[in-house]
C-alpha cells in the first residue's frame, strides 16, 4: 500500500499541463482547453476464478465470484488511479473485493497531426487486489507492480470531440501481504474513451469503456487466480 502512494506522487509530478493560444483582431489572447482530468464513476461487472490444481483445493474453500463492482476514478492522459469495491451495498453474496490500481501511460507518437495521433504506450503500474469470502477463514491479498507496452490511436475534433483506444499487455511481480509468497503476473488492459468537449460551459463529459485481464501465477497453487472485469464509466472534467 505504502509503495502505491509513492508511486501516485511521483507519477503526479510527471503529469503533463497544456495551454492553447489564438489570434482574434491580431491580437493574440489566452484561451482556457478543455481539461484533461476526469473524474469518474463506473459499474464493472467481476469474474474471480481460481486456476491452481483442483485437486489441492476443495470448491468450498475457494473464492471465486462474479459480481457487480463499483468504481471511482481519477484520470488524465497520462495518469489513472482508480477505486473498486464489492460489499454489501452492491451484492447479496458473502465476496467481498476491493481493488486499488494506478497507471502510469507515456503515449510515444509514430503520427501526429493535429487531429490524428498513432503510436505505442508506455506504461507503469501497480495495484493492490484483495478477495475475501465472508464464509471462509482464508483471503486473498496481491500487490503487483508490471510494466508494459502496447499500441493506441486517437482522433479529435478540435474544441469539440475526442476518441481514443488503446491496448497494454503488461508483465510483472507480485507479493502477498506481509510478503509470505509471491510469483508472476500478466495481464492485458484495453480502454476507450469518447469526451464531449466544452459540452456543459467548460465542463466535458466522457463514456468510457474499460477491459482488464490479469492472471497471477504464484508459488503457492491455492493462490492462482485469474481476474478479469469490463468497466462501463461515465466522467466529467475537473
Do not use: W
Not at 493560444?21 to 459499474?43: C, D, H, K, W
Not at 497507471?103 to 508506455?122: C, E, K, M, W
Amino acid at each position: 500500500m505504502k509503495n502505491i502512494l509513492v508511486l501516485i506522487v511521483f507519477l503526479t509530478a510527471l503529469s503533463p499541463a497544456s495551454a492553447q493560444m489564438f489570434s482574434v483582431g491580431g491580437q493574440t489572447e489566452q484561451r482556457e482547453p478543455a481539461s484533461l482530468n476526469y473524474f469518474r464513476i463506473g459499474y464493472s461487472p467481476v469474474d474471480f476464478n481460481y486456476t491452481g490444481d483442483s485437486g489441492n483445493l476443495p470448491n468450498q474453500q475457494r473464492l471465486d465470484f462474479e459480481s457487480p463492482a463499483l468504481t471511482f476514478f481519477f484520470e488524465n492522459t497520462s495518469l489513472s488511479a482508480s477505486l473498486s469495491f464489492v460489499n454489501g451495498l452492491t451484492t447479496s453474496g458473502s465476496e467481498r473485493y476491493l481493488n486499488l490500481g494506478i497507471d502510469y501511460l507515456n503515449h510515444f507518437s509514430f503520427v501526429r497531426t493535429r487531429s490524428f495521433q498513432a503510436g505505442i504506450p508506455f506504461g507503469l503500474s501497480s495495484s493492490l487486489v484483495n478477495v475475501q469470502n465472508e464464509q471462509e477463514n482464508n483471503d486473498f491479498s496481491q500487490t503487483v507492480f508490471a510494466f508494459g507496452a502496447g499500441a493506441f490511436v486517437s482522433a479529435r475534433i478540435p474544441e469539440r470531440l475526442s476518441l481514443s483506444i488503446e491496448g497494454v499487455p503488461s508483465y510483472g511481480f507480485s507479493n502477498s501481504r506481509g510478503g509470505l509468497f509471491g510469483g508472476s503476473n500478466k495481464s492485458l488492459l484495453v480502454r476507450a474513451r469518447l469526451n464531449f468537449l466544452n459540452l456543459i460551459k467548460s465542463r466535458s463529459i466522457s463514456l468510457g469503456y474499460d477491459y482488464k485481464f490479469s492472471s497471477y501465477d504464484l508459488d503457492s497453487d491455492d493462490f492462482d487466480y485469474d481476474l478479469l472485469y469490463h468497466r462501463i464509466t461515465l466522467g466529467i472534467s475537473l
